[in-house]
């Protein structure tokens, strides 16, 4: 198993244009989990999915992120328009092997100009 | 809502040196984790404790699970310069399948 994949691994755009973030989370499983990360503010949940549904998206901080999983092996998180307070890691995980815990991808580092 | 501390933010430590990270949670937990972000990378899940009062040792990292289960601590023994990262725990968020609440972190840096 190749573990969480996401792509890109970096994204430098301008402001304002869109930006799609892309995750393929471990087989098997049916919830999947977006992260942000930034030095001021930690480690973030935007939004998790299970069953391929949007459970809790409370995290998700305006109008101009939105995410999907159309199916179990696919999820992306989108950015339109992004603005340069958006650049940050973002992260997807799956659930881990023992109830709980979670796989986190590499990452998708995003610098918004 | 819930919430989960960790203290110290940072820890500046020399090589050989011990190490520890304090977590608390608001609410009593039905299990704690502890992650490792190696710097530039992503979290990596270290353990899991369940049980009150559990103490769980991987080689040189000794993990305590509080009686109360609202209380956890990572404890490094001779710290390395393979140790540098931030730690990070985290308990399941109350009524959620999956969803974890992390703390802050604490970020260890080692001189050598």
């Known amino acids: 198993d190749a573990g969480v994949i996401q792509s890109p691994r970096h994204e430098v755009t301008e402001m304002g244009q869109e930006v799609t973030l892309r995750c393929k989370p471990i087989s098997g499983h049916n919830s999947l989990f977006w992260y942000r990360q930034t030095m001021m503010r930690g480690l973030e949940l935007l939004i998790y999915?299970?069953?391929?549904?949007?459970?809790?998206d409370s995290g998700m901080p305006e109008d101009r992120f939105s995410a999907k999983m159309p199916n179990a092996s696919f999820s992306t998180l989108k950015i339109q328009p992004s603005e340069p307070r958006d650049s940050a890691v973002y992260f997807c995980?799956?659930?881990?092997?023992?109830?709980?815990?979670?796989?986190f991808g590499p990452g998708t580092r995003l610098t918004v100009l | 809502g819930q919430q989960v501390m960790q203290i110290p933010q940072y820890q500046h430590v020399q090589e050989g040196e011990d190490f520890t990270t304090y977590c608390n949670s608001s609410?009593?937990?039905?299990?704690i984790q502890w992650y490792k972000q190696r710097p530039g990378g992503h979290p990596v899940f270290l353990i899991q404790?369940?049980?009150?009062?559990e103490v769980k040792k991987q080689k040189r990292l000794t993990f305590q699970f509080g009686e109360a289960k609202k209380n956890s601590s990572l404890h490094i023994t001779a710290t390395q310069t393979t140790d540098v990262g931030t730690y990070f725990c985290a308990g399941p968020s109350p009524g959620s399948q999956g969803n974890l609440i992390f703390g802050k972190g604490t970020k260890l840096s080692v001189k050598p």
């Open positions: 999915f299970n069953n391929n549904v949007p459970i809790d």
């Open positions: 609410t009593t937990l039905s299990n």
């Open positions: 995980a799956s659930p881990g092997p023992i109830t709980d815990t979670q796989y």
């Open positions: 404790l369940v049980k009150s009062g």
